[in-house]
């Protein structure tokens, strides 16, 4: 049954304008100024409305820790936060390490009303089933120590991973950005190359591509992007290293502690300007949900949750010219879709998926723990009054979240080109 959204306000190079969005059979079927016949009719009142954000790092805590989060929660806060797609990260009990773990995983996701996709994790010994995996957007390496402890530092395993993988992301801090990269052009080159180090020459030779998760500071963001294969690499910032400082440790304290650790004012600038550059490729929540009762204790866990924040934190920024809407299509729409190959997402366009997400730039609204989906109910935001604010989220067509109520209709598994 086609449904006419009625007054839209969408963003084309920079420019608005006002239209109306036909969706037929769970697809943008016509963006026009005319008003085609429909089943229903959804008045959107010039409120803006954005393709859906598609969030290339969550931890959706399914399986094994489903006491922090599970699919049907964490997809719901998903869907509260205008997210319409989230790519879930390996590090559950047990982990996505072998394709056995991922047609598991592939079941238990189901509960999800939001489309999802699935990173495989990779380990010493796993080289076999990340050739057999199937339908998964990239294979994660964690370089350094963080929840689920996946660690793997063996560089001749690396090797062979970033070998097999198309698309390898890495969880590395620090220094080990570098160590990446000098690994990524070694698993590619003979030695001799790899002394030549021309960017021309590594660019045509090596066709596998490197995703840099959660890059935190500057120095990170000069490891990632000034190096002879930044064209095969992409870098991904999160909001909390955008919008917080280690200050914040001071008031929050393990509420305001993941991996990477908030970094200084500086690192932060660093990082605004690596996004008006055209350093920075994605925005990704690392949505990594811990209960209050596990961040109160001794030993803590790492990870802050982010679904519900991330777009009003980026239309806040937009409303105090911070960033352009241009911009926040880019990071969180169509450059995921792009670097991860999925099909038919991330653009407002004719025969692309209607996952559409309606945001009320005026509205002026506190974050609250209270209102929260998330299964860990807190935020590291509370109590911050943010303008711009998602109030329908549309996915495959249907209508999953409306001002405050949520619909419980399942999604899709999403397909990737290529
Ligand atoms: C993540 C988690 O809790 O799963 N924690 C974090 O601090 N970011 C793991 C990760 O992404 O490193
Ligand atoms: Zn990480
Ligand atoms: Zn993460």
Request: positive net charge; charged residues 30%; glycine residues 6%.
């Amino acid at each position: 049954m086609p449904i006419l959204l009625k007054n839209c306000r969408i963003v084309v190079n920079e420019k608005v304008y006002s239209k109306n969005i036909l969706i037929k059979n769970g697809k943008i079927s016509k963006i026009t100024n005319k008003e085609p016949k429909a089943d229903k009719i959804i008045d959107v009142k010039n409120n803006l409305v954005l393709p859906g954000l598609i969030d290339a790092h969550v931890h959706m805590r399914e399986p094994g820790l489903t006491h922090k989060e599970d699919f049907l929660t964490g997809s719901m806060a998903a869907a509260k936060g205008g997210i319409t797609t989230f790519l879930d990260m390996p590090n559950t009990i047990p982990p996505t390490t072998t394709t056995a773990v991922l047609e598991e995983k592939r079941k238990l996701a189901k509960k999800s009303i939001v489309n999802y996709g699935f990173n495989f994790g990779a380990t010493l010994n796993n080289i076999s089933d990340i050739k057999k995996a199937k339908n998964v957007a990239a294979v994660k390496i964690y370089m350094d120590m963080t929840t689920g402890a996946m660690k793997v530092e063996d560089y001749d395993t690396i090797k062979e991973i970033f070998k097999a993988s198309k698309l390898t992301i890495i969880h590395a801090e620090d220094i080990n950005i570098k160590n990446a990269v000098d690994i990524f052009i070694k698993s590619f080159m003979s030695k001799a190359h790899v002394e030549l180090k021309n960017q021309k020459f590594l660019s045509n030779k090596i066709k596998n591509r490197l995703h840099v998760a959660h890059v935190s500071s500057e120095k990170e963001l000069r490891y990632a992007k000034n190096n002879p294969i930044k064209k095969q690499m992409t870098v991904e910032v999160t909001p909390h290293h955008l919008f917080m400082t280690e200050k914040d440790i001071q008031t929050l304290g393990a509420f305001a502690e993941m991996k990477p650790g908030l970094k200084t004012e500086q690192d932060k600038k660093a990082l605004w300007q690596g996004i008006h550059d055209g350093m920075i490729d994605v925005i990704a929540t690392d949505h990594a949900p811990h209960l209050k009762e596990e961040k109160e204790m001794a030993n803590y866990p790492f990870g802050v949750p982010g679904l519900e924040t991330m777009l009003p934190l980026l239309l806040d920024a937009f409303n105090s010219n911070k960033i352009s809407l241009k911009k926040i299509m880019q990071l969180c729409c169509e450059n995921p879709a792009k670097i991860f190959k999925i099909k038919n997402k991330g653009f407002l366009k004719e025969g692309y998926d209607a996952d559409l997400v309606i945001a009320d730039l005026d509205k002026r609204q506190a974050v609250r723990n209270d209102d929260l989906l998330t299964k860990c109910r807190w935020s590291p935001f509370e109590g911050k009054i943010l303008k711009g604010w998602p109030v329908t989220t549309i996915v495959n067509g249907n209508v999953v979240y409306d001002n405050g109520e949520i619909k419980d209709i399942k999604a899709k598994e999403v397909q990737y080109a290529g």
